[in-house]
Antibody
């Protein structure tokens, strides 16, 4: 079965660092781009960026460039989203998703809830 | 990079057809055939319903169809059913090699 399994919910304080993960299985991890999507509480979907695990080519939305880092470890079929210094405004549900064609995402992780509060 | 514009809400009675619009620019919707649509039920991950403007993934009901004209894409749900009540998002590839989502539309089945 093709699936993406994300790491569990996190509760952090402002200024702390965090790295969440997205483990792929059931397909060739290095052959598909993996994207990250933010959904703030009660709000819509926001595209953050994408990585091609085959060569680590990475693209970011202008809104998120410099705010987060996307990476991947192809040896364990896992993509990551990380922050060096969290803010309260980073509180959101974060999804990873496999890019199927140039404009669509066919497999989604279950989401990781990140709560940043002092 | 602005979000694509969708109506906040659309409603219809069971059996009716509804259409959700998604308006962008020539740098995204109008410039590429890579428009997709997602359904999201409360507390669930989004589900791909339409890709590349008008293609349905395996397993998606043929009651869902997509089209595009100029800078506006549309999702039509025919034979509306109670289970179609959800949030719907469009998305497009962009000229910056990135992706942008729509503002989202809440579909209510009356």
């Amino acid at each position: 079965e093709v699936q993406l399994v994300q790491s569990g919910a996190e509760v952090k304080k402002p200024g702390e660092s965090l790295k969440i993960s997205c483990k792929a299985s059931g397909y060739s991890f290095t052959s598909y781009w993996i994207g990250w999507v933010r959904q703030m509480p009660g709000k819509g979907l926001e595209w953050m960026g994408i990585i091609y695990p085959g060569d680590s080519d990475t693209r970011y939305s202008p809104s998120f460039r410099g705010q987060v880092t996307i990476s991947a470890d192809k040896s364990i079929s896992t993509a990551y989203l990380q922050w060096s210094s969290l803010k309260a405004s980073d509180t959101a549900l974060y999804y990873c998703a496999r890019r199927y064609s140039s404009g669509s995402y066919d497999i989604w992780g279950q989401g990781t809830l990140v709560t940043v509060s002092s | 990079q602005s979000a694509l514009t969708q109506p906040a809400s659309v409603s219809g009675s069971p059996g009716q057809s509804i259409t959700i619009s998604c308006t962008g620019t020539s740098s995204d919707v109008g410039g590429y055939k890579y428009v997709s649509w997602y359904q999201q039920h409360p507390g669930k991950a989004p589900k791909l319903m339409i890709y590349d403007v008008s293609n349905r993934p395996s397993g998606v009901s043929n009651r869902f169809s997509g089209s595009k004209s100029g800078n506006t894409a549309s999702l039509t749900i025919s034979g509306l059913q109670a289970e179609d009540e959800a949030d719907y998002y469009c998305s497009s590839y962009t000229s910056s090699s990135t992706q942008v989502f729509g503002t989202g539309t809440k579909v209510t089945v009356l």
